[in-house]
């Protein structure tokens, strides 16, 4: 079970966007993650004529490393760390380590 999984609202912890929230958009194998408006990179992009894309600069979202993000914790208000925890009826869910409330919802 992953500790950071798509749609989780994230803080970033290091780097030059320390601070910002996003949600995460995707995950890759080599353990980085794309966060909403967060790690903003320049792309150039080359036009083609043929499917009607216009060419030029544009700003998209970069992979960040998961040792970077954290899960947000709205009742704390901070980033918060990820344990894992088995429910009465057999499920694993993450749990937040300060409170112990439960992450996953459904």
Do not use: C, W
């Amino acid at each position: 079970m992953q500790r950071i999984k798509k749609g989780d609202e994230v803080i970033v912890i290091a780097g030059r966007d320390k601070g910002k929230r996003g949600n995460v958009l995707s995950l890759t194998k080599d353990d980085r993650a794309y966060v909403d408006n967060v790690n903003l990179v320049k792309k150039h992009k080359r036009g083609n004529p043929n499917t009607g894309e216009t060419g030029g600069i544009v700003e998209q979202e970069a992979a960040i490393h998961l040792s970077n993000i954290a899960l947000y914790n709205a009742a704390t208000d901070k980033a918060d760390r990820v344990g894992f925890k088995t429910l009465e009826d057999g499920r694993k869910v993450r749990v937040f380590k300060s409170n112990g409330e439960v992450v996953d919802l459904a």
